[in-house]
């Protein structure tokens, strides 16, 4: 078991989400990077993804089905801003790792 996947997301962690959702682009804190990092520390046909379907000015929320699967689209509403997409992404990451939904 690494470092990444021994770590479990806990309601300790909701005062990082206020940190993301303000900017999800910019610079992490420690902390912060670190929940990222065990969202992203998922299998791989169990992972979270953005579909960029425009360069730069649209994206779709998909999961991924596994090393040379197709990904599946899970939400066909489609983001024109990047930070939008990123906090839906985050939402979903947050809800598969506590079992409570964020709004």
Not at 32 to 39: E, K, P, S, T, Y
Not at 45 to 57: A, G, I, Q
């Amino acid at each position: 078991m690494s470092l990444v996947t021994a770590y479990k997301v806990s309601e300790r962690d909701r005062s990082l989400v206020e940190e993301f959702r303000c900017n999800p682009l910019a610079h992490k804190s420690k902390d912060l990077q670190r929940l990222l990092n065990r969202f992203h520390g998922e299998p791989v046909d169990s992972k979270f993804v953005l579909v960029c379907t425009r360069p730069h000015s649209e994206w779709m929320i998909a999961r991924l089905s596994g090393r040379g699967q197709p990904v599946k689209i899970l939400k066909h509403k489609r983001f024109t801003s990047l930070r939008e997409a990123e906090w839906e992404v985050f939402k979903l990451w947050w809800e598969w790792q506590t079992s409570s939904k964020l709004e």
